[in-house]
């Protein structure tokens, strides 16, 4: 399925505005019926609806974060770790558990890793560099999400703080 569902460059078109602020909680409960219609018009799944919901929040974090960082050779990456922070810090407990479902799923773990991929090509920061703090910041979300790592500011700051640290040459 590679490929299949995409990563959307805003709030779904026509739906609510999730995230952080908007008093709306997303990745409601699995038994619901799940009769949103999808942008193709066919109904939409719950765990399409949930990796949507998280990626559009997650495309308003790293918005944020390009805004604010400035030209160099990790630009990306470095932006990519501080949205990460920002939303791993903003999950609620019910939006961990349907993130988790969602991100063991291979499909959706594959569309997210080849748009990280693909977001970071033009940074000139070494490989080995790269790989370290993108393996670091998504194993947090992986533990966190699972619960088993508390979701604190700090402990996510600590992280977030030492891996761009790796990145200034």
């Known amino acids: 399925m590679r490929g299949a569902a995409r990563i959307p460059g805003g709030p779904v078109p026509g739906g609510p505005a999730f995230g952080p602020g908007s008093g ?29 919901d998280y990626v559009a929040d997650f495309r308003r974090f790293l918005d944020d974060a390009l805004a604010a960082e400035p030209c160099g050779p990790a630009r990306h990456l470095r932006a990519y770790l501080r949205a990460m922070g920002a939303s791993l810090a903003a999950l609620r407990s019910h939006q961990r558990r349907a993130v988790a479902a969602v991100l063991g799923d ?8 080849d748009f990280v991929e693909e977001m970071c090509a033009t940074d000139s920061v070494d490989l080995a560099t790269h790989r370290v703090c993108r393996y670091a910041i998504e194993g947090l979300r992986l533990d966190l999400v699972q619960g088993r790592v508390s979701g604190d500011g700090s402990s996510i700051g600590t992280l977030v703080d030492r891996l761009l640290s790796l990145t200034v040459r």
């Open 24 to 52: 709306l909680p997303w990745g409601r409960s699995p038994g619901r019926a799940c009769a949103r219609r999808g942008r193709r018009g066919g109904p939409k799944g719950f765990s399409e609806e949930v990796f949507d």
């Open 106 to 113: 291979p499909r959706y773990a594959a569309i997210w890793s």
